[in-house]
């Protein structure tokens, strides 16, 4: 549910229902709107600070936060920790309505074309994405296989043996991995304000998904990765990093039990880290430094 956000009297703040009247057009485009997610989704809070730990730069603000305005239907206010992501305004949607959770089409084969010869997507220069360089790449599959986060880059669960639980058999998704010209990405969205920049939505990953399923697929294609996060991942200093950032959201702190209850989260992303390390060592990849933006 998109609401709309205000500051009241001692500056706490307060949820502004969004029912019908705030819109993106018109109450959100100030930038006061925020998105408030499942109980679920409540890991998109953790992605965010990673994303800043690591100097990606490309996650939404999110934070965890319980609501009590009137205005909400009742399952938003029974006291239920959840994410709330700020709206950004002017994120570019296709006009497709089967296809507006991107700002671009691109297919899975296309993509890793557009891999293999470093250059920007195959489309017409005023098309949305034309401008997008290969280092976003290489940060979004950094930032997903840390998380695993399937549903961008392989939401059809190629690069593992899916449980029969999963959306992707559920919705009979997996079974198109036979056929990869079918094969699409999602959620690749940009900013109008900055088109050459990606941006991460729908963060929450799979923090419990097993080591021995972890989806290489997500880096396939891929042969240099971010100098300032890859430092960061070998600096050792990850958790204790993660730890300082998370304790500045006091709601998700305490609700993961603080920093021993989030320990083993944090022993898991690191472990997903080192592994990467491994992967990037093993194939002779490059590093990049990172533009001044």
């Not at 089409?105 to 296309?110: E, R, S, T, V």
């Not at 989806?215 to 240099?224: E, H, K, P, Y």
């Amino acid at each position: 549910m998109r609401v709309q956000l205000r500051a009241v009297g001692d500056a706490k703040g307060d949820a502004k229902g969004d029912v019908s009247a705030a819109s993106p057009e018109g109450d959100c485009q100030d930038g006061s709107c925020g998105l408030i997610k499942r109980p679920g989704d409540l890991y998109e809070v953790l992605a965010f600070h990673l994303d800043r730990v690591l100097g990606l730069n490309r996650s939404l603000p999110a934070v965890a936060r319980r609501f009590s305005s009137r205005l909400l239907p009742y399952s938003y206010t029974n006291g239920a920790l959840r994410p709330i992501i700020w709206w950004a305004p002017d994120l570019q949607h296709l006009e497709d309505a089967n296809n507006d959770q991107n700002s671009c089409a691109l297919g899975w084969l296309q993509y890793q074309e557009m891999l293999q010869h470093h250059r920007p997507m195959l489309v017409a220069r005023d098309t949305p994405c034309s401008s997008i360089p290969h280092s976003e790449w290489s940060r979004l599959a950094l930032f997903d296989f840390l998380l695993q986060v399937h549903d961008r880059l392989d939401r059809y669960c190629c690069g593992f043996q899916p449980d029969p639980s999963e959306p992707c058999v559920e919705e009979m998704l997996h079974e198109k991995c036979r056929n990869p010209a079918e094969l699409v990405l999602v959620h690749i969205l940009i900013r109008r304000s900055a088109p050459s920049r990606l941006v991460f939505i729908d963060n929450a990953g799979r923090p419990q998904h097993p080591e021995e399923k972890l989806n290489f697929r997500l880096l396939q294609g891929i042969d240099s990765f971010p100098a300032a996060a890859v430092a960061t991942l070998r600096s050792g200093r990850l958790q204790s990093l993660l730890l300082r950032s998370l304790r500045l959201d006091r709601e998700f702190w305490e609700s993961q039990g603080g920093a021993e209850g989030l320990r083993p989260l944090l022993q898991t992303i690191d472990r997903r880290a080192q592994i990467l390390l491994r992967h990037i060592q093993e194939r002779n990849l490059t590093v990049f430094e990172d533009s001044p933006c």
